[in-house]
């Protein structure tokens, strides 16, 4: 029976490898793999190409599959524990944790990925039928994808839009206080030229240094 239980087990990694594989870029929305050409948008090209370096690195699964090792008991807990700590690490690693909503959709969304796994687990160690296996694996894969391919992005996509915003607003706010400043300089200038040129004209017309 354990040799069942071994040959279903690595039916679903052979799943998780391929479903696992030619993710990244092609994962990321369209709006967050374009780089805004138009004043302002520092902020926002910044961070999009962090996120495009985070997809292009990330292999979390595929090395959490790899040394989590074979044993029937809690292997994909196991597995997405060590998923999640990759996925926290990678995320700062590259400066991505810049708001509190952040963590919070990944807590949501990964509680929903450890609780499928866990579903996946109670399959191999209750000896459940194959039909049942394929569906909470299925589920559990389906959870992963969404966290990557959905709330991780939309999250994000928020965020950077928001500071980006408010980036903008700080440099035209700034633009307009130089403007201002520079227009009263200005202003002065011309007043004391105004002031001065009588005298100095007196004085050329009298021979006075």
């Not at 039916?11 to 479903?19: A, G």
């Not at 790899?66 to 996925?87: A, D, H, M």
């Not at 109670?122 to 969404?146: C, E, G, P, W």
Request: hydrophobic share 40%.
């Amino acid at each position: 029976m354990r040799i069942i239980i071994f040959l279903i087990t690595l039916l679903i990694l052979s799943q998780t490898f391929v479903m696992a594989g030619d993710r990244k870029i092609d994962s990321i929305p369209e709006e967050m793999r374009t780089l805004r050409k138009e004043k302002y948008n520092d902020v926002w090209n910044d961070f999009v190409l962090r996120y495009a370096k985070f997809v292009d690195e990330r292999n979390s699964w595929v090395h959490c599959d790899n040394v989590t090792g074979f044993k029937p008991e809690g292997i994909y807990r196991r597995l997405v524990v060590c998923y999640t700590e990759e996925e926290g690490n990678l995320l700062q690693k590259y400066d991505l944790l810049v708001d509190k909503r952040i963590p919070v959709v990944m807590e949501r969304s990964l509680k929903r990925l450890w609780d499928s796994a866990d579903g996946v687990d109670y399959a191999l160690i209750m000896q459940k039928s194959s039909k049942f296996l394929r569906n909470v694996s299925k589920t559990m894969l389906d959870n992963r994808a969404h966290w990557e391919d959905v709330a991780l992005p939309e999250i994000l996509m928020e965020v950077f839009n928001e500071l980006n915003e408010e980036d903008k607003a700080r440099q035209i706010n700034l633009k307009l206080q130089n403007d201002k400043r520079k227009k009263i300089a200005k202003q002065k200038k011309e007043e004391e030229a105004r002031i001065f040129k009588p005298k100095s004209l007196l004085k050329k017309l009298l021979g006075v240094n």
